[in-house]
Nanobody
């Protein structure tokens, strides 16, 4: 099982980025994929999740209305579109996967993790 993130970078506040999580090695539509982030000195926090079996999604309050998670089962890829970025969104973003057909919000519920991609938002 492998998850590879891409799409991070540096943007000004108010800008947008799209993160990509490319998955391989498992049956994509039997997994839940989550995006987490970790800023320096802070705990890893959940940002958004998608159950690829039924398309259910969930967003943390801090990103609701600004971020959109989606999946492409034909490409085994999950995206995180991030709009109206704020300096407090600065963190390393990780995608994670677990065998489940429902939303899981805690990092301990995920078995597979990508290497992370840095997102920096300047004010």
């Amino acid at each position: 099982v492998q998850l590879v993130e891409s799409g991070g970078g540096t943007v000004q506040a108010g800008g947008s980025l799209r993160l990509t999580c490319a998955a391989s090695g498992f049956t994509f539509d039997e997994y839940t994929i989550g995006w987490f982030r970790q800023a320096p000195g802070k705990e890893r926090e959940g940002v958004s999740y998608i159950s690829t079996s039924d398309g259910n999604t969930y967003y943390a309050d801090s990103v609701k209305g600004r971020f959109t998670i989606s999946s492409d089962k034909y490409a085994d890829t999950v995206y995180l579109q991030m709009n109206n970025l704020k300096p407090e969104d600065t963190a390393v973003y990780y995608c994670a996967g677990t065998y489940a057909t429902y939303i899981i919000k805690v990092p301990s519920g995920y078995n597979y993790w990508g290497q992370g991609t840095q997102v920096t938002v300047s004010s």
